[in-house]
């Protein structure tokens, strides 16, 4: 059968809205061999905290290009960012507008209502 | 309240809604592009890797009249001839116009590339290299869209409601993720391009915007939709082990053309034991494959995580690198070594062939309410050849942008705020549900999604499907006006869940009524209770709303006059 691995990931989310000071969050997530960060976000989501606000379509295609964040310090696509069992730290891009939590303000200008 | 105006309003910005757009400000209209997602990235269009299928003959000669001939062959008799007509008469217009367009179709000698395809008897499949077709489409209509100053785009904003009166489209109801906000929009004509269903269920090929929210806000506006049992079950999506950046139904053109064997958990071949042909050739229709594996499975002769392998082991390493070309990386950089493993494959939902009623225009039977792309029911019957979705975007697309502009000449709107007010007052009964607890519609969602896998997926009976319709009934009936939401307004996903899950449960219940009324198996439709075709099913299911509740009747498939073209 499936072998269930028993390993934890914590992922320390950056929290908040540009209009306050922010906060970090952990949340423990049962890891699989081969998931990515983007999984581990939507898992908490069904799971843990439905509020976390991430932006993300095609979920493991890597082809709509809306899920970039920084995963410990680096820009990534979560989809394609490997989880790993430990600690992994995940904040919204530093370079865009704030929306909130992980969601940036990624839109082109004149898609804007 | 911000409240837009314009002639044409298009739900949806795939590859079926962005060539809307186009085909529609060509036409003179003005026109809003709406998208819940960004424009052009939320749906199945980018997401497509193989093929698209058209009888441009530039490979070898053909005829789209050979191809309307392979559609109706896999559609099991259940094909609206003149959409399938439609498709493949205006497929090469559509190709060869997304190549002007910019689209750099495959090419070898001086022509554009076409290769075989299952159950398309010439070669007619274009591609974009490599494995980038869809999202080179996408690029292509982005860019296009972005060129026409008539088209107004908008990202972020998710449709929950058409708005009626007497039987014609007004306008819709619209939520702004980024803050929350209701935004109404008023239009003389309006575009259902809001993509397939495939999320409904736990295996799936789908992207996060796939809840079959066309089926539902057409179906709550009046239309009518076809053929909602008929859902695609891709029968090799990937598996395990667990691969991440590729999209899931990757397999399947290397399979075909480097010969992969489809294995059962003992490493035997065994789709030929279910009529198929399968020894190293790739013959075996979409369906055939998908029951065979669960078959399997159910007789505990599956692969371990309850599909099939494939395997690519009988290939030396030098071939599998000139097929795969830089994919076999990505593969190795997931750990997928394939000279010494084989990886795990198995159905998932991939394509709706159902959905909404249309006339050859596109049309609804509401007056302005158009749909098109994979919103469409009936071109493709009871089961689709690989290839015809995308070209059934592009021309779906390009003919409800023109007949919606052409309307849009003759219309104008009775708008009245007062039509709102429904969709308006249902989002303030869910905020005024805000709560640091109880159940949350993602919740929910993820429960519907295996409850449709397990009683409404590849393999049905009676007593599954009716089990799932119970459930649906009590989730629509219980749950829904009682699920939480947090207190957030910038960005709230849970609002938009709520949505999205109003809809789906919505479009669930279509799926599982057709397919329980349905007492056959046919194409996609497995019934085990049922196990044969029964030919007194050779009509198509239409189901409407009535008084609240869903109803269905049978109807005669639509065919094409004898001597050709039916369609103006
Ligand atoms: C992984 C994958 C691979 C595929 N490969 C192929 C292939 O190789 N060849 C082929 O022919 N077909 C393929 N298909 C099928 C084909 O891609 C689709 O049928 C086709 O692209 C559908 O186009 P569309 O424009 O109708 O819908 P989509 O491209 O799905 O676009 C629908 C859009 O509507 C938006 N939307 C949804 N609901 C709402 C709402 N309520 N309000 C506002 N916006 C909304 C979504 O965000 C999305 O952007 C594939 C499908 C998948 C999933």
Redesign the pocket.
């Known amino acids: 059968m499936v072998d269930r691995s028993i390993k934890k990931a914590v992922l320390r989310v950056r929290r908040g809205t540009a209009n306050d000071e922010g906060r970090y969050n952990d949340f423990e997530v049962p890891f699989e061999e081969g998931m990515s960060v983007l999984d581990a976000l939507r898992w908490i989501r069904v799971n843990l905290d439905s509020s976390l606000a991430i932006r993300y379509?095609c979920i493991n295609?890597n082809a709509c290009k809306t899920c970039m964040a920084l995963v410990n310090g680096e820009v990534e696509y979560t989809c394609i960012a490997k989880l790993t069992p430990g600690i992994i730290t995940v904040e919204p891009l530093p370079k865009r507008p704030l929306i909130r939590d992980l969601v940036t303000d990624t839109v082109p200008e004149e898609e804007k209502l | 309240m911000p409240n837009l105006t314009t002639d044409v309003l298009i739900?949806?910005?795939?590859?079926?809604?962005m060539y809307a757009a186009i085909a529609a400000a060509r036409k003179g209209a003005s026109v809003l592009l709406?998208?819940?997602?960004l424009v052009g990235?939320?749906?199945?269009?980018?997401?497509?890797?193989?093929?698209?299928?058209a009888a441009i003959g530039q490979q070898e000669p053909d005829d789209w009249t050979i191809h309307f001939e392979d559609t109706l062959k896999a559609g099991r008799g259940l094909c609206n001839e003149e959409l399938s007509a439609l498709l493949c008469e205006e497929g090469p217009k559509r190709i060869l116009e997304m190549e002007q367009w910019g689209t750099r179709w495959a090419r070898e000698n001086g022509h554009i590339k076409q290769e075989m395809a299952p159950g398309h008897s010439r070669r007619r499949c274009c591609y974009v290299d490599f494995l980038n077709?869809?999202p080179a489409v996408a690029a292509t209509l982005r860019r296009k869209v972005g060129e026409i100053s008539e088209i107004r785009r908008i990202s972020n904003?998710?449709?929950?409601e058409i708005v009626t009166k007497d039987g014609r489209a007004l306008g819709a109801v619209?939520l702004n993720v980024l803050d929350g906000e209701v935004v109404t929009f008023q239009a003389k004509a309006v575009i259902l391009?809001?993509?397939?269903l495939?999320k409904l269920y736990a295996r799936n090929?789908?992207?996060a915007?796939?809840?079959g929210?066309?089926y539902a806000?057409a179906l709550w506006a009046g239309a009518e939709l076809v053929d909602m049992e008929f859902v695609q079950f891709f029968p090799i999506g990937h598996l395990a082990p667990r691969l991440v950046g590729m999209?899931?139904?990757m397999w399947d053109p290397f399979r075909y053309k480097l010969g992969g064997k489809l294995l059962n958990g003992q490493f035997e071949e065994f789709v030929d034991r279910y009529g198929g042909t399968d020894f190293g050739q790739y013959t075996a229709t979409r369906d055939l494959a998908s029951y065979a594996i669960l078959k399997e499975a159910e007789a505990g002769r599956g692969s371990p995580h309850g599909g099939a392998y494939l395997d690519f082991r009988h290939i030396p390493e030098n071939q599998l690198r000139a097929a795969f070309g830089p994919v076999i990386d990505r593969l190795l950089l997931n750990g997928i070594d394939l000279t010494k493993t084989p990886v795990e494959v198995g159905p998932m939902a991939?394509?709706h062939m159902g959905g909404v009623r249309v006339n050859n225009h596109m049309e609804t039977r509401i007056n302005g309410l158009y749909a098109?792309?994979?919103?469409v029911g009936g071109a493709n019957g009871a089961n689709r050849l690989?290839?015809?979705?995308?070209?059934?975007?592009f021309v779906f697309?390009e003919r409800a942008g023109s007949s919606a502009a052409e309307a849009a000449q003759h219309l104008h709107v009775d708008w009245e705020p007062k039509l709102a007010a429904a969709a308006f007052e249902r989002l303030n009964a869910l905020r005024s549900r805000q709560s640091s607890d109880g159940v949350r519609p993602v919740a929910l969602q993820a429960e519907l999604q295996n409850l449709m896998w397990e009683n409404a997926g590849p393999f049905r009976t009676g007593a599954k499907l009716a089990a799932a319709l119970a459930r649906i009934q009590q989730m629509q009936r219980d749950d829904l006006p009682n699920v939480t939401v947090t207190d957030e307004t910038v960005y709230n996903l849970d609002l938009l869940d709520w949505c999205e899950l109003r809809?789906m449960l919505t479009t669930a219940e279509t799926v599982v009524r057709s397919a329980l009324a349905r007492n056959e198996s046919r194409g996609a439709h497995q019934r085990e209770d049922f196990p044969d075709s029964n030919e007194s099913m050779l009509k198509n299911q239409v189901v409407e709303l009535r008084k609240g509740e869903i109803v269905s009747h049978w109807t005669a498939p639509v065919q094409l006059h004898p001597g050709g073209k039916s369609h103006g």
């Open positions: 379509s295609a | 739900v949806g910005a795939g590859g079926a809604g709406l998208d819940k997602s990235r939320g749906g199945a269009t980018v997401m497509a890797q193989m093929t698209v299928a077709t869809g904003v998710t449709i929950i619209g391009a809001a993509g397939g495939t090929s789908a992207s915007n796939m809840g929210e066309a806000l999209d899931p139904i991939h394509y098109a792309g994979e919103a690989s290839g015809n979705a995308i070209t059934e975007a697309g809809a």
